[in-house]
C-alpha cells in the first residue's frame, strides 16, 4: 500500500473527522466540563433536597406560629403550663397517669 492509495482511503473518510469532532465534543460536554450534564443532574437533585427541607421548615414554622397565638391567650398558657411542664398552684396536689 502506498501513499496514493492511503490518501484516497483518508479522502473518502473525510466525515469522520466531523465525527470525531462531535463525539469528543459531547465527552467533554456530558463529562468533564462544570458546567456538565452529570453536574448539572446533580445540581437538581440538591435543588430538589433543598425544596424539601424548605417546605419542612415552613411546616414548623406555621405549627410554632398557631401554637404562639394560643399561647398568647392566659388560659391556654396556663394549660400548657401545667400539661408541659406540671406547674401547679398553692394547695393543689398533681397526680401523674401514665397511659398503658
Known sequence: MNFSELWN????RKWAKYVITLVVFLIIYLFVSDQSMLQFVKRGREIRSLEQQRD?????????????KTLM??????????EQYFMH???????????P
Open 56 to 68: 419542612i421548615y415552613r411546616e414548623q414554622t406555621e405549627k410554632a406560629e398557631s401554637e404562639l
Open 73 to 82: 391567650i392566659k388560659d391556654s398558657l396556663e394549660r400548657y403550663a401545667r
Open 9 to 12: 482511503k483518508i479522502k473518502i
Open 89 to 99: 398552684e398553692k394547695g393543689e396536689d398533681i397526680y401523674l397517669v401514665e397511659e
